[in-house]
């Protein structure tokens, strides 16, 4: 039974179109994340939920948008697709917002054609 | 500002060849520093936290530690299996974010 399961797996659209990658943990966590991994492996942040609650929200451009309908689901909703939104976009989720300990679904491949 | 580098980018051994890879930080009141695991095509996967200086973990063939500007992670004996990118970050205490760097990529040959 994977603990934090992300879908799709792989993800190919044209510029332009809306797409939404869904994630959901089992884990019975507090805490979830959504992650931006470049092509030179970076991990950036992007949001963070604490019980449906925003808590962090970087500097990205507003075309992303997370929604959390429980505490068990955390999706991404991408208007708009640009070339440079091409990259692994990783779930995780973790207890609580400390963060101590993250686990990581197996990640979405997005490339914008 | 808070920052992680890792050394090297890649590290190439022959199986049984000892070795370590280094994580350098900065932060703002340290409240953790955290080794993951990440094998090709799959998330990050916990292996160690460490909270303070002169503090180790181990785990089979790794053993992490931590001093107050940088952690090492010791690869004793590895194997062909080891092979991963292995990835540092660290939190600090003025938000509950993580600072990841860009990993090092080991490739261990049998």
């Known amino acids: 039974d994977t603990a934090v399961s992300q879908t799709p797996k792989y993800l190919v659209t044209q510029m332009g179109n809306d797409k939404s990658i869904k994630c959901e943990q089992n884990?019975?966590?507090?805490?979830m994340y959504w992650y931006k991994q470049d092509s030179k492996k970076f991990l950036k942040i992007m949001f963070s939920?604490?019980?449906?609650?925003?808590?962090i929200n970087e500097t990205v451009p507003n075309r992303f948008s997370p929604k959390s309908p429980d505490k068990a689901h955390l999706n991404l909703h991408i208007n708009s697709l640009e070339l440079g939104d091409s990259a692994v976009y990783f779930c995780a989720s973790s207890q609580d917002q400390t963060g101590r300990r993250q686990y990581f679904g197996a990640g979405t491949r997005l490339s914008v054609l | 500002e808070d920052q992680v580098t890792q050394s090297p980018e890649a590290l190439r051994l022959q199986e049984g060849e000892s070795s370590s890879l280094n994580c350098s930080y900065t932060v703002s009141g340290l409240r953790g520093l955290f080794w993951y695991r990440q094998d090709p095509g799959k998330g990050p996967e916990f292996l160690f936290t460490?909270?303070?200086?002169?503090e180790e973990k181990e785990k089979e063939r790794l053993k992490a530690t931590l001093t107050k500007k940088e952690s090492f992670l010791h690869i004793t004996a590895p194997k062909p299996e080891d092979s991963a990118t292995y990835l540092c970050?660290?939190?600090?205490?003025?938000?509950?974010?993580?600072?990841w760097g860009a990993g090092t990529k080991l490739i261990i040959k049998p």
């Open positions: 939920y604490n019980n449906k609650e925003l808590i």
């Open positions: 460490l909270y303070s200086a002169g």
């Open positions: 884990l019975g966590h507090d805490t």
């Open positions: 970050a660290v939190g600090g205490d003025s938000n509950y974010q993580l600072i």
